[in-house]
């Protein structure tokens, strides 16, 4: 057994922030299942939205998009709070070390801001297309040469412990080892990130299978907005065969592309968002997403095609160095060739349900990040709040947790045994191909009664199917993506409406006299 004052699941941008703030009042440790670093964060292109431009841009405007983008169900005070504290944050972030681009003028601080869908400024800092690597390189570089936290990599953490409604810590299981672990801490804070690994195409990576959501609904947390899913307008479509589809991300090919003038074009080679937005390709994801399923629908086909041919070679080239050669080592180049894109699943706007310093309704338990849902993002995420998300709850919720009362005894008395897997590898993928495919088809984009009581049906049976303790990594993870498809779909089926990125085609329209509220679901 383990113990420190701080236990934090999960070594992204939330996590780490948690991880600086939590080391000023005790021991740290931090759990990944996979290696240090692994995970959203990393691969976000995009940027970072702050109002650190006080001349063109404020706070207010920042706010006044967020809660546009979320379809009437942004808690207010979240989103103040997003806003403000996110301008010191980031620059805590730079002062850090972090290597923003900078503009040859002063303007914007002197950082080169960008643009992206329904942000009416110029307010996305962002490191060339590669972000999330250098906000994760400058955490996670403080994080272990302060010797901040000692950092547990590949431990996967499979439930928390609650005894008498506190949370005790978790019991994980070492991947090289394969022998479970327990810790145990004063404050548990969960920041193990997204979800997009439920549906068969998503942009997120393999670790992105909803963890720390699944452990804390099995411990009794409430967990919220689970019918609002981000489906990311445009990932990269190539041949794929199906063990990478199960398992590979899609490479995103972010906003900032169209932000800079990319144009959407479907298979006929005719523009088309001007027919369904007036934003143009600039309009909130949702629509933009909407719309390319209706034009590949209509031609039937399975990808649209992005072309940057007005952002010119050399932009291209500087701006977007990862997709230009990531595309290039695919075959393509993107300075004369269209990008073949589709949506993938890419953001959750639902998950743990806490308030805004990250308490969840179990003691000692916390939740930070894309694993938790405090109305940040309604129900819909304006594009780059998310690492701004992390960024400022994760560190909110360390210190909410200092006031912990300390040294809680727990009376388990958990052994050290090594786990062997009970499905065989092949039934495994079977399973999971049916989760994921179902949830694609029948619970993505747009959504029936019909379609999803057809996906609860086929989530049933396999979920039926595993009526065993799972032992090995997949197993742990099949379940948590089984008992996440059933609440998505659950609460997908308990809304009959459209709002923000949930569409139901039987009830196509928002009604707010009896749906502008948020689901919450507890087990029972
Ligand atoms: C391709 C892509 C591009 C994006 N671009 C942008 C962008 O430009 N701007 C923006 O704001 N947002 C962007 N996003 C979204 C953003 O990156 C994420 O929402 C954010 O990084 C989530 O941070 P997090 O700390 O909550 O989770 P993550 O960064 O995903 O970290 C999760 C951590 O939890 C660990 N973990 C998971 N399960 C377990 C477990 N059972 N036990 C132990 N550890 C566990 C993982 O190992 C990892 O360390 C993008 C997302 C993707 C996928």
């Not at 080592?329 to 806490?354: C, Q, W």
């Not at 897997?421 to 399973?431: G, I, P, S």
């Amino acid at each position: 057994m383990t113990k420190c004052d701080y236990l934090i699941i999960g070594g992204g941008i939330a996590g780490l922030s948690a991880a600086m703030e939590a080391a000023k009042y005790g021991k740290v440790i931090v759990l990944t299942k996979g290696k240090a670093g692994e995970g959203a964060t990393e691969k976000a292109q995009g940027g970072i939205a702050a109002a650190i431009d006080q001349i063109r841009d404020s706070t207010q405007f920042h706010f006044e998009d967020t809660i546009a983008a979320g379809a009437g169900l942004c808690d207010e005070k979240a989103v103040r709070i997003l806003v403000t504290e996110g301008v010191e944050r980031v620059k805590e972030l730079i002062e850090m070390g972090a290597r923003f681009d900078r503009a040859e003028t002063e303007a914007g601080g002197g950082f080169a801001l960008a643009l992206e869908g329904a942000h009416k400024r110029r307010r996305i800092l962002h490191a060339g297309d590669a972000t999330g690597e250098e906000i994760q390189r400058t955490l996670g570089s403080k994080v272990v040469s302060e010797k901040l936290a000692d950092i547990y990599q590949y431990t996967l953490g499979i439930d928390l412990i609650v005894e008498n409604g506190k949370c005790l810590g978790v019991n994980a299981l070492d991947l090289k080892s394969n022998k479970t672990e327990t810790f145990i801490a004063n404050s548990t804070i969960i920041t193990t990130g997204g979800l997009g690994q439920v549906y068969l195409y998503t942009t997120n990576p393999e670790v992105a299978t909803g963890d720390g959501i699944a452990m804390a609904y099995r411990a009794g947390a409430a967990v919220t907005d689970m019918e609002f899913v981000q489906f990311h307008p445009t990932s990269l479509v190539q041949f794929e065969d199906l063990k990478d589809i199960i398992a590979l991300p899609r490479f995103l090919i972010s906003e900032a592309v169209r932000g800079e003038g990319a144009m959407l074009l479907n298979t006929k080679g005719e523009r088309f968002m001007q027919k369904y937005d007036v934003k143009g390709e600039l309009a909130p994801r949702d629509i933009v997403s909407r719309a390319i399923y209706k034009e590949m629908k209509e031609n039937n086909s399975d990808h649209v095609f992005l072309s940057l041919v007005k952002v010119g070679a050399e932009k291209i080239k500087k701006r977007f160095p990862v997709i230009y050669h990531t595309c290039l080592e695919r075959g393509l180049d993107i300075t004369k060739d269209n990008i073949p894109v589709a949506p993938s699943a890419h953001y959750f706007m639902g998950g743990i349900k806490t308030d805004v310093d990250g308490k969840t309704n179990i003691a000692n338990l916390y939740a930070a990040g894309e694993c938790a849902s405090l109305g940040v993002h309604g129900a819909n995420r304006l594009a780059s709040n998310s690492l701004l998300d992390g960024l400022v709850f994760g560190h909110r919720a360390a210190l909410a947790a200092r006031s912990e009362i300390r040294n809680h005894k727990s009376e388990t008395n958990p052994k050290s045994e090594i786990t062997k897997a009970h499905l065989k590898d092949k039934e495994l993928q079977r399973f999971k191909l049916i989760i994921k495919s179902n949830m694609w088809k029948e619970v993505s984009i747009v959504r029936s009664k019909e379609s999803l009581l057809q996906a609860q049906k086929m989530i049933n049976e396999v979920d039926r199917k595993l009526d065993f303790e799972p032992a090995a990594k997949e197993e742990i993870e099949l379940k948590n993506l089984t008992l996440l498809a059933k609440l998505i779909t659950q609460a997908a089926l308990d809304r009959p409406e459209s709002r923000g990125a949930h569409y139901r085609s039987d009830f196509p329209k928002s009604d707010d006299k009896n749906w502008k509220k948020h689901l919450v679901y507890k087990k029972s």
